[in-house]
């Protein structure tokens, strides 16, 4: 069962274009909405991330817009750059006692900057 | 000035085999994590300890022990490593806070494992 979907599982967009990339979760109980993205090699590292109380959350070129009803939420990145070009993961999170958070990430999606 | 470091960061090693990985924080966190990087780069947690207590435990082989000897650090020991055991094995750790509070995980550079 996945509780996190993520889409697409592969994005490639010219240099200067909007990416743009989608996931819905199922389990209420989720808390937060974190995106980390990955290089080749690397550990994930935040990038952004949001609370269900907040529908928009912007730091830069990059942006979150979260659909509590729907479940929803999505990740844009503005005036997209090679650097960019990366594995990006949604997840949410939820509390499981003792001070320990349960990160559940969606399958990633590969993104392609091209100049 | 690594945050989460891990050791070694590529283990090639034959099925049967025993091996460990190590973990350690300098960030101040009470709360540590392992999770598993299948080859489609799926991220899955298999453990969480917090202050050294075990919290969470999915569903994972027993043939895998973590074992935290203080809150800065966490270990993950393997038994008869097998064939499907081969993935990235990443160590987190995050503040704790109660309640809705900065959940934000920072990830080590990973281990890849390759059993053969």
């Known amino acids: 069962q996945q509780q996190v979907k993520q889409s697409p599982q592969s994005l490639i967009v010219q240099k200067g274009g909007i990416s743009i990339i989608n996931c819905a979760y199922e389990?209420?109980?989720?808390?937060?909405f974190p995106w980390y993205q990955q290089f080749p090699g690397k550990g994930p590292a935040l990038l952004i991330a949001?609370?269900?109380?907040?529908s928009e959350k912007k730091e830069g070129r990059f942006t979150i817009s979260f659909n509590k009803s729907a479940k929803q939420f999505s990740l844009h990145i503005m005036d997209s750059q090679p650097g960019d070009s990366a594995t990006y993961f949604c997840?949410?999170?939820?509390?499981?006692?003792?001070?320990?958070?349960?990160?559940?990430f969606g399958k990633g999606t590969k993104l392609s900057v091209i100049p | 000035d690594t945050a989460v470091s891990q050791t070694p960061k590529y283990l090639v090693t034959q099925m049967g085999n025993d091996k460990s990985i190590k973990c350690e924080q300098n960030l101040g966190h009470d709360t540590m994590y392992w999770y598993k990087q299948d080859s489609k780069k799926f991220l899955k947690i298999m453990f969480s300890y917090n202050n050294k207590e075990l919290i969470i435990n999915e569903t994972v082989p027993n043939r895998f022990s973590p074992k935290s000897p203080d809150k800065a650090h966490l270990n993950l020991h393997i038994n008869s490593l097998e064939l499907g055991d081969s993935a990235v094995y990443f160590c987190?750790?995050?503040?704790?806070?109660?309640?809705?509070?900065?959940?934000?995980?920072?990830f080590g550079q990973g281990t890849r494992l390759t059993v053969v």
């Open positions: 987190a750790s995050s503040p704790t806070s109660q309640g809705a509070g900065n959940t934000e995980a920072f």
């Open positions: 949001i609370r269900p109380d907040v």
């Open positions: 997840a949410a999170s939820r509390y499981s006692g003792a001070g320990s958070y349960q990160l559940t």
């Open positions: 389990n209420t109980a989720f808390d937060y």
